[in-house]
Structures are given as structure tokens and as C-alpha cells.
């Protein structure tokens, strides 16, 4: 039977819809706060254990749906979510996460995580940064699930090429706020001098980030206990989307002997663009201090921040409230404090009824059991009249430590209600705060428009619609609100389905009981529409009373009886449209599918690759089982019964048993049995690197494989040949499939071949420094192992191109590569003199002239000799040997002479050198 919708609506009292995505906190030692009834209520149900981050997420009724502290997510029942362990967030981190939800995706929501910043509590554990998964609520009987596809997406907040960025990739801040489109979310982190923000639409995360920079550098700075004291400090964007504001509890380590790290931190605040993305004008609210919370009012008229006050020796004094006022002309100076205590700074989190909370400990032995959380009750008034209740809610027996979950900060901005989001009913809309207006403009997104204060409107189609109002103040349209608005069609679902089961898990095959997997009737029941929830239920009457969905039967459910009716209870994500269905469970005879071994090819680790989309297509032929069977593969028999956790078609294991499920038209058909074996193939390297010079190719590849039996093969180059070996002319990077032809199992070989050419000296760069000379060498080698010597093809060679203090005359420089290819060479001609000359006849250094250079143009054309006083004692011509110490026929005194000569190419040299009497 079928219970329409109309009674449900009937029978339940109508929802009105308001933002209370942000109903449900849970924080701290197993802490949490529900403030669906307006009010802050203590709940104790949550089992974070977290000393910062955390996130949690509610539907717009308020009812949670989970909750994570960045790296386990947990259901509605607090438990682990369906795939929820390993995300990458850290507890450590100020804000480890933050939940969007999904547009135009009713149930779907993407948790963002930020990891530790740096390895003070794990020293070898790779920082990773920021990442987001998908989450789809209509999984695990509508308790949610993240969908593996998308798990741990990592998000680039750095520059890759910058080795420090690239190791620490993040800081600890994240911050989320409806795009200016209305129909579209931005994502902010911030690291170094950047913001990243990226935006979330229908189509899913947008990995590329739109980056903003701003003056002020905010690089990792990491001290003495390896934490990275720039990192920690919340962020926030205002609700109306128009500002950004960053708390940096440090901006430099400080002195390790005097302390001062902890009076290093600010705040600042910046405009933020809605629209694109951007982040701007930023502004310095607060130095010399140790900020951590910071939060903004619900109309976003002002801006509040929490600080520690440490001394110099970096010892906590007490802890401090300001409020800042974003009206004022100048906002830093309206800085004004409402609040110092001995409790630490911590977290700071606009709720739902407009209230801002902190939280933060004693520092007077507070951290273990603080149990005291501080309210702003008023926080759009002036600093005098904000009603601070300090340590005033007692959320006993559970502990507040210094963190506060964040939400997408547009959900505190008071936008308009809505009731009846089922197709056929008139939808009407209710303005927030709509005495402050003196007219409306509603657009409901289908093309329609009003201008009511509570309009009420009719939707032709299911669907989501972006509903926008615009307050009108004399005259004057204010900024537009705007919210989606999703209206829920309830699938037709034939009254007389049948979810059936094979009779496999007991004695008896025909006793008509078994175990069910009720999730497996989602596609038939949902016919595969988004956004659709199913509830199981023993009968309708439950399925009637269960308004929260929370007693329903669970998935994997076995029959009391035959032939037993249970009941569906089909819902719109998050709305009281719904339907109620009864079907039946009934058993039928499995057909065994015991299939023959299957090989997969060994890849070299002991684990074999399978094929099981091959197999299962072979299996349908090989028992004549019909093209509507489908067959799909688990690891335990329990699973293959249950129709959960299915493998992939590719699917690498070492050799085991997998178990076999059939079902036609949806309907169980048999269960079976197959074993994977593997085969060996014999040892290879898969890369082989040659090496050799010119004067060697071509080369042979494939005469090194060593294979026992080379004809057990077939070889396909990616040269297109298919012999044994092929001969290559060039380098380059090679590849053969090798592929046994019995089994088809195969190895790819890669070759990386590299030729070198005979190195050569392209050009000798001269340095001259008077007798001595500098030399560079270039060449046209590209082997970074290329050696160079002096004069002697036997060396001494070295690596560095560069001869230094090489005297004049005629050179030779050798060049030669690591492979011992030919040895290139080039002679010099260098300008240099004597230093100096001994004229006593013994046949040795008796006359001075600098050394000759053969070259064209290098020759000399006169030679003047000075004493130390400037006057002439020799001029020489190309012609005289050199000079002998004679000036007109007296030899002169020892001493130091100067010199000017000329060449031919007009260059002149200057220098000096001794004449030495023995």
C-alpha cells in the first residue's frame, strides 16, 4: 500500500525552513552545544577528542547529520561514517576543518581538511596540507557516506617550485562564505603572502584557486620545539561576504634567550570580493600581541578578537577580548577591550541565535576538566553594551578545550524562512528581520518575481532555485540575500516490488528466510534520482511516528517470516515530502557459479593484476548465463551474500579465493566461487641504460635480456619492429613489450640510450691580468662530467672550466668527457711578461721583453721601459731581443721597472717587473 504525501504533511506539522545547517556543535573532550530550540543547549552525546579543529553539519532543520575533527567523520548516531577514517586533518590544527555543502546537490557535502603545520607532535610524519572529500548522505540507510572517488582531493595552496612552501604547504586557517552568484560557495586559505581561494559549484570543487597577494609575508618560522609559530590563528569571513579577518598568534620566533616569540602576533583585517574571489586593502588591527579567536557580528558591523598577553620570557599573563568597530573611520583605533582573564584565548564562533561564544580554558589548572564557556550576547552594540557573560555556560561534564567548529560564515547572515518545498504545494517565503525594509524584491529563480513581504509562490517543476530578496531602504535596494531552494518530487514507486534474496545461509534452501542487504532496493526504489533518502521500517505505523528518521530497521536485516512486507519510507534530502511504501522479501534457489581458476600474470611482487571484468564476461559464456545477469566479485562470502563492498574490474591481489554474486533484473540469481593463480614470468630489469660515444653507434638493443627461452616470446619495440633486438642511431628513451605468447603476460622494458659526442671547444674567454692570464672554456658538451687540462694531454685534468693566473705565451687546453669519448683540444696565444730578469751573462733570464704571441694582430710594435720616477731607459722595437739593463751603455740599478707596451691591434699593456743583480 501507499501512503501519499499529502497525509505525511498532514500528519506532521509543517517545517518552516531556516538556515540551521549550523544547529549542532561538537568540540573539545566529547563536548557539543544544540541550539535548535534559539537557546545554547549542553549536549554530552559527541565523542570528538580534539584540543583545536573540528567541523560539524546540520540539515536546515537543525537535525545533525555529522561531524569530524578533520580526520574521522562521524554520523548522526556517533559513529564512524561509512568510509570516514583517514581523512587528512590534524586535531592540532586551529580550524582542521570545514563543511560545505554541495549546490544543486541536495544530501551531498564536501569536508575540507587542513593538517598540522609542522612536526611538533610527530616528527617523521609528512605534513600534508589541505585536501577535500565528498560526502553523499543517501548512503549506509541515510547516515552518510564518503564516496572513495573523491576522498583526500588534495588542494595546491603553495608554489611547488619553492622547496620550504612545498614541505609545509599550509597554514592552520580555512574559511567558507555563499559566492557573490548566489549560487556558488569560495573556499580561503591562507599561507605565506597568499590567499587561495576556491570556488564550490553544482559541478563540484574548482581545484584551481583564484590566488590573492597581499603585502605582508607570513612564512613558516620554526623554533626550537619544531613548531611553526606562524601558522596557528583563526580566520574568518564576515557573513555578508565583504571582509576577511586573520589572526597570526606569530609573526618571528623572537630571541631564545630573552623570549618576546609570543608578542610577535596581529591581526588584520582585509576586503573580500564575493564575487571574485579576491582578497584585498589589508589593514593592521593588532601588534605585539598572541591572537587566536576571531569572529564577526551577525550584520558584520563588527569584528572580535581574542589574545593571549604573554611577558617577555613568553610567560601567559592573561588572556583578552577586544571588539573593533567596522563602521569607524579609523577601525584600529576603535579597538577597545571588553574582557581580561586568566582564561586563555580561544576560539571565537557566531551561533544561530545571533550569540557569539568562546571558548578557551583556565590557565589556572584549567586544561585538563574546563567545563566554562563565555557568551557575547548582544555583539552589534557598542563595546559598553554587549552583555559579556564570562565562564557562564557550564556545558558539564564535558570539556572545552580552545577550538569551535566554523561554518560557512554566510549561513549567521539573516536571510528569509520558507515552508511547503514539495511539487503541488504553494511555497510560501517569510523576510528576516523585515521591519528594518521599507519594500521587497523577491526573484524565485524560475523567471517569476514579487514584491510581498511574505510572498507565496507555486513551482511548475522539481528542482533547486536560487531564491534572492532585496531589501529596499528609502528608495535605496541594499546588497541582495539569496538561498537555494530545493523542491522535492517523490519518486512513483510500483506497489508490487519485490526485493529478493537467495536462500544461501542456512540448512535449509527453501525455508524462505535469508539475510538481506535492503540498501540494494535504493536504485529500483530511488529510480535514480538525487537528492532521495530511504528509511526502512517494520511497518507503516513506525515509518508514521519515526519523524526524525532515527529508528528505522538496519540495512543488513533478516527476515521474521516468509514472504514479509516491510516499509520504505522515500524523502526528499532534508524536507517533510515523503512517501511511504511497503514491498516484499522473498527467497529464491541460488544457482551455483563455481567457476574454473583464473591466471593473472605475476608482477614481480608476489601480486598478480586480474581482469575481472574479462573474467565475468567469460564466466557468462562458459555457463550460458543470459546478457541480463551480472555478476560482480567479493572478498568473503558474507560480502557476496550481502552484495557489498564489490571489487573493481582491475583488481591486483596475490593468488586467493574470490566469491561470486549473480543477480538478473536486480533479482538474486547465484553464488559461486572462483580461485586466482598466478603466473610466473621470468626476471628482467625493466630499465636498461647504455651509454657510449659517437664513434660507437649504432648500438644493439635487446642482445642483455638473457632470456632461457627466447622464442617463448613476442617483442614489439616502440620503434613499431618486432624482432629480438633493433639497432638505433640516436639517444633517446626506448621501449619493448615483452610478452610471454603462451599466457599473455607481458613486461614493458624501457631503454634509455645516450650518445656522446666528442667533446670540442667552442670558445676560450681571456682574462688578463698583466703577466698572468684567467681562462674560460666553453664548450658544446653536454655531460656535466666534461674535464678540462692545461698543456698536458695526460693531465691533470679537472672539472672546473676556469685555469686561473696562467702566464703568457702559447697554450694548449684539452677537454675530454666520463665516457672517454675523443679528447677535443684548442691552442692559446696569451699576453704575459717575465717578472723578472737576472742580466749577469749566464745564458739565463740576461734580457727582458714580454713573451711573443704569434697571432695576427697580437705582435708587438714598440716596447717602453720607465724607471720608478717615470724617465725612458729603453724603447724596443719588434726586432730587439729584449731589453739587457743597459741605459746608454751603464747598467742601471736593481730595482722594480715599469713598462707601456703596444700591439699591433692598437691594445696596450701596462705593467711592472724587477731587475735583479747578483
Wanted: glycine content about 8%.
Amino acid at each position: 500500500m501507499k501512503l501519499k504525501v499529502i497525509l505525511a504533511i498532514f500528519l506532521l506539522p509543517t517545517l518552516m525552513y531556516g538556515q540551521q545547517e549550523a544547529a549542532n556543535w561538537y568540540f573539545g573532550v566529547g563536548a557539543g552545544l544544540s541550539f535548535t530550540s534559539g537557546e545554547a543547549v549542553p549536549l554530552t552525546n559527541g565523542v570528538l577528542n580534539t584540543i583545536e579543529g573540528s567541523a560539524s553539519i546540520s540539515d536546515r532543520n537543525g537535525n545533525l547529520l555529522f561531524y569530524t575533527d578533520g580526520s574521522t567523520v562521524y554520523n548522526r548516531n556517533h559513529q564512524v561514517m561509512l568510509n570516514g577514517s583517514n581523512l587528512k586533518g590534524n586535531v592540532s590544527s586551529t580550524q582542521s576543518a570545514i563543511i560545505v555543502p554541495k549546490p544543486a546537490n541536495p544530501g551531498f557535502y564536501y569536508i575540507f581538511t587542513v593538517d598540522k603545520p609542522d612536526y611538533f607532535r610527530v616528527t617523521n610524519d609528512p605534513i600534508e596540507g589541505v585536501h577535500f572529500s565528498e560526502v553523499d548522505m543517501s548512503l549506509d540507510n541515510g547516515n552518510g557516506g564518503l564516496i572513495t572517488g573523491t576522498k583526500n582531493t588534495h588542494l595546491v595552496t603553495y608554489d611547488p617550485s619553492d622547496p620550504v612552501e612545498k614541505e609545509f604547504k599550509s597554514s592552520e586557517k580555512i574559511s567558507a562564505v555563499i559566492a557573490g552568484d548566489c549560487v556558488s560557495y569560495w573556499v580561503v586559505t591562507q599561507f605565506t603572502n597568499k590567499f587561495y581561494s576556491f570556488r564550490v559549484s553544482s559541478a563540484g570543487v574548482n581545484t584551481s584557486a583564484v590566488i590573492s597577494t597581499i603585502n605582508n609575508n607570513f612564512p613558516p618560522r620554526i623554533n626550537e620545539q619544531d613548531l611553526n609559530v606562524t601558522a596557528p590563528g583563526y580566520m574568518k569571513i564576515s557573513p555578508d561576504g565583504n571582509y576577511l579577518a586573520a589572526a597570526y598568534s606569530g609573526t618571528s620566533i623572537g630571541s631564545p634567550r630573552s623570549g618576546g616569540a609570543k608578542k610577535t602576533g596581529k591581526v588584520f583585517l582585509y576586503d573580500f570580493n564575493d564575487l571574485s574571489g579576491r582578497v584585498s586593502n589589508e589593514k593592521l588591527l593588532l601588534a605585539n600581541a598572541y591572537p587566536y579567536g576571531v569572529e564577526f557580528s551577525p550584520e558584520s558591523t563588527k569584528l572580535y578578537a581574542t589574545s593571549n598577553n604573554y611577558n617577555t620570557e613568553d610567560v601567559l599573563q592573561n588572556g583578552e577580548l577586544y571588539q573593533f568597530d567596522l563602521q569607524a573611520t579609523d577601525i584600529a583605533s576603535s579597538a577597545t577591550l571588553i574582557n581580561s582573564s586568566r582564561n586563555v584565548a580561544g576560539a571565537l564562533q557566531l551561533a544561530p541565535n545571533g550569540k557569539i561564544y568562546r571558548a578557551g580554558y583556565s590557565t589556572d589548572g584549567g586544561f585538563v576538566r574546563w567545563n566554562l564557556m563565555s557568551v557575547i550576547n548582544e555583539p552589534e552594540e557598542d563595546a559598553a553594551n554587549v552583555n559579556y557573560r564570562h565562564n557562564s555556560l557550564d556545558i558539564s561534564p564535558k570539556v572545552v578545550r580552545l577550538g569551535l567548529p566554523p561554518f560557512v560564515q554566510s549561513l549567521f547572515n539573516n536571510n528569509f524562512e520558507y515552508k511547503n518545498i514539495c511539487l503541488g504545494q504553494t511555497t510560501e517565503f517569510i523576510a528576516g528581520d523585515a521591519s528594518k525594509y521599507d519594500a521587497f524584491m523577491w526573484e524565485f529563480g524560475d523567471g517569476a518575481t514579487s514584491t510581498a513581504t511574505s510572498p507565496m509562490h507555486v513551482y511548475s517543476a522539481a528542482g533547486t532555485y536560487t531564491v534572492s530578496l532585496t531589501g529596499i531602504i528609502n528608495g535605496i535596494p541594499q546588497d541582495p540575500v539569496c538561498e537555494e531552494v530545493t523542491i522535492f518530487e517523490i519518486p512513483n514507486v510500483p506497489s508490487d516490488f519485490i526485493l529478493k534474496q537467495c536462500d544461501v545461509q542456512d540448512s535449509d534452501p527453501t525455508d524462505g528466510i535469508a539475510t538481506f542487504n535492503l540498501q540494494l532496493a535504493k536504485e529500483e526504489l530511488s529510480q535514480g534520482q538525487s537528492g532521495i533518502q530511504l528509511f526502512f521500517y517494520g511497518s507503516e505505523a513506525d515509518a508514521i511516528a519515526d519523524v526524525n528518521n532515527e529508528l528505522t530497521l538496519d540495512n543488513i536485516y533478516r527476515n521474521n517470516a516468509p514472504n514479509e512486507e516491510v516499509f520504505v519510507k522515500i524523502s526528499g534530502f532534508g524536507s517533510d515530502c515523503y512517501d511511504i511504501e511497503s514491498f516484499r522479501l522473498q527467497t529464491t534457489e541460488s544457482v551455483d557459479l563455481s567457476l574454473e581458476t583464473a591466471t593473472g600474470c605475476d608482477l614481480g611482487d608476489g601480486t598478480a593484476e586480474y581482469n575481472l571484468g574479462t573474467i565475468a564476461e567469460n564466466a557468462r559464456n562458459d555457463l550460458g548465463l543470459n546478457s541480463d545477469v551480472q555478476l560482480s566479485f567479493h572478498t568473503t562470502e558474507d560480502d557476496a551474500i550481502l552484495g557489498t563492498n564489490a571489487l573493481p574490474n582491475n583488481y591486483v591481489t596475490s593468488p586467493k579465493t574470490l566469491y561470486i554474486r549473480a543477480d538478473a533484473d536486480n533479482i538474486c540469481y547465484g553464488f559461486g566461487s572462483i580461485d586466482l593463480e598466478m603466473t610466473g614470468f621470468p626476471a628482467v630489469q625493466s630499465l636498461m641504460s647504455l651509454n657510449g660515444c659517437a664513434a660507437d653507434f649504432p648500438v644493439i638493443l635487446g642482445n642483455d635480456l638473457d632470456l632461457a627461452n627466447p622464442d617463448e616470446f613476442d617483442y614489439t619495440w616502440s620503434t613499431g619492429e618486432t624482432g629480438r633486438t633493433i639497432e638505433v642511431n640516436d639517444s633517446g628513451n626506448y621501449s619493448l613489450s615483452l610478452t610471454l605468447k603462451e599466457s599473455g603476460c607481458g613486461r614493458s622494458i624501457d631503454f634509455n640510450v645516450e650518445k656522446f659526442e666528442a667533446p670540442e671547444i667552442s670558445e676560450i674567454e681571456i682574462s688578463n691580468n698583466g703577466s698572468e692570464n684567467d681562462l674560460l672554456i666553453f664548450t658544446n658538451s653536454t655531460d656535466d662530467n666534461t674535464l678540462y687540462a692545461l698543456d698536458n694531454i695526460n693531465g691533470p685534468y679537472q672539472s672546473n672550466p676556469e685555469f686561473r693566473g696562467v702566464p703568457g705565451g702559447q697554450h694548449t687546453i684539452y677537454i675530454k668527457n666520463s665516457m672517454g669519448c675523443a679528447t677535443g683540444e684548442m691552442q692559446v696565444s696569451l699576453y704575459g711578461h717575465p717578472p723578472f730578469f737576472t742580466p749577469n751573462n749566464d745564458g739565463s733570464n740576461d734580457l727582458w721583453r714580454p713573451y711573443d704571441i704569434s697571432e695576427p694582430g697580437f705582435k708587438f710594435q714598440k716596447i717602453i721601459i720607465f724607471h720608478r720616477y717615470g724617465k725612458i731607459v729603453a724603447m724596443l722595437s719588434r726586432e730587439i731581443k729584449g731589453w739587457d739593463g743597459n741605459f746608454n751603455g751603464r747598467p742601471m740599478p736593481a730595482d722594480d721597472y715599469w713598462f707601456e707596451v703596444t700591439l699591433e691591434n692598437g691594445k696596450i699593456f701596462k705593467g711592472h717587473f724587477s731587475l735583479i743583480r747578483e
